[in-house]
């Protein structure tokens, strides 16, 4: 029988959720960040997310298992809507996180769907790498996110306004293999940013959802692979450690990366030698450092 999380993948009827607030005891598994409405509606609909009424600072849509947050434009906006997005829901063991949009590029063609495996803030000039551990349903592309949007096209990179922030932000909540940006080509040279409208944004989302649902279901099989020792090793670390609020943070990233690059959760060695919280996750990032990493 198909998981209910697969059914929300597919974009298959579910149980509705509650009536009371859409965050008392949920642990979503999922979650998109948009920086606008016309980007967010198709998925919205395809996979039938309601209204967290009851959030106000941002627009917030959901179900049991995915959670759609509308950040606005630009890096300061989707900065702001992924931690608070999830502060709410800290509770999310190795959650997915996900950032969908639209991206100009020189001469790639309108509606060209692309994974993104690097990504460069045009104002500071970090650079970040969203590692690849499956093989994507859609080709990869580089991409460059700017303050402004760009009048003169990079030579070969896509470019937008909050793929940089949404990356270096969401690698605080959740391992980097579980987060990924997709990208949908919306303007070029021939047919610049100025002539998009909100419809025609709409339709290249919508014809893309497949693709969307194909890169959910891997990063969901992957998370599943990290959740099992990760949350039970959690526990117990919190009973011998006191750890401060953005520790525990920390801690629950760090152990799914040792999960991930050494398909283990013995890391006894490390509370041997460890008195505190913050000696035992600075060993266990030295003990991740020095791992070989196996696929």
Request: net charge positive.
């Amino acid at each position: 029988m198909p998981s209910p999380a697969r059914n929300l993948i597919e974009g298959k009827p579910v149980v509705s959720i509650s009536k009371q607030s859409m965050k008392a005891n949920l642990s979503p598994k999922i979650f998109i960040y948009i920086a606008l409405p016309c980007e967010a509606k198709p998925i919205i609909d395809f996979y039938r997310l309601r209204k967290d009424n009851a959030t106000k600072s941002f627009a917030v849509y959901g179900n049991n298992e995915i959670y759609l947050t509308i950040t606005g434009i630009g890096k300061t906006a989707m900065a702001a809507g992924v931690a608070y997005t999830q502060a709410l829901f800290s509770s999310a063991s190795n959650p997915v996180m996900l950032n969908v949009g639209v991206a100009g590029h020189k001469d790639h063609p309108i509606g060209s769907v692309f994974l993104i495996d690097k990504i460069t803030d045009g104002d500071s000039d970090r650079r970040y790498y969203p590692p690849l551990v499956f093989t994507p349903p859609c080709p990869t592309n580089s991409l460059q996110t700017a303050a402004k949007p760009q009048l003169i096209y990079p030579p070969s990179q896509l470019c937008d306004m909050e793929a940089s922030a949404f990356y270096e932000t969401a690698t605080r909540f959740t391992s980097g293999e579980l987060i990924q940006c997709l990208k949908i080509v919306s303007d070029n040279e021939s047919c610049p940013a100025h002539n998009i409208q909100p419809k025609q944004v709409l339709e290249l989302i919508s014809t893309q959802l497949s693709t969307l649902a194909a890169i959910l279901t891997k990063l969901t099989q992957l998370a599943e692979l990290l959740n099992p020792p990760e949350l039970a090793k959690f526990d117990q670390l919190l009973s011998k450690y006191h750890f401060t609020v953005n520790e525990q943070i920390q801690l629950k990233k760090s152990l799914s990366r040792w999960c991930l690059v050494k398909d283990e959760i013995r890391i006894e060695f490390v509370p041997d030698s460890a008195t505190n919280g913050k000696e035992f996750l600075n060993l266990l990032n030295q003990q991740i450092r020095e791992a070989k990493f196996y696929l």
